[in-house]
């Protein structure tokens, strides 16, 4: 519940200092890229620029949870294994005398 309620007014203070951001700058932005030229006013460049940003972020987390979770599946066989070996050394019978 508290989780959700500070969720919201995170989005809220967000979306509020966005739109502060749109009225304090107006005017438009030309962007010439390789394959043509655009015109995008600055708050819309601002967050396009924040949304590319975010997803190269997301992209970026998931190869190191991908690699987390290779890892993770490594270790539990190796764990499994581990513990079949301990089980087979102890159902074996004890010799006296060496």
Do not use: C, H, Y
């Amino acid at each position: 519940m508290i989780r959700t309620l500070i969720f919201v007014l995170l989005l809220i203070a967000v979306v509020l200092l966005a739109a502060a951001f749109a009225w304090l700058n107006p005017g438009v932005v030309q962007l010439n890229l390789a394959f043509g030229e655009f015109e995008l006013e600055k708050a819309q460049a601002f967050a396009l620029t924040l949304a590319i940003g975010w997803v190269f972020g997301a992209l970026s987390a998931t190869v190191l949870v991908l690699k987390l979770m290779r890892e993770r599946r490594k270790l539990r066989k190796q764990a499994r294994l581990a513990e079949a070996e301990a089980d087979n050394l102890r159902s074996l019978p004890l010799r006296d005398g060496a």
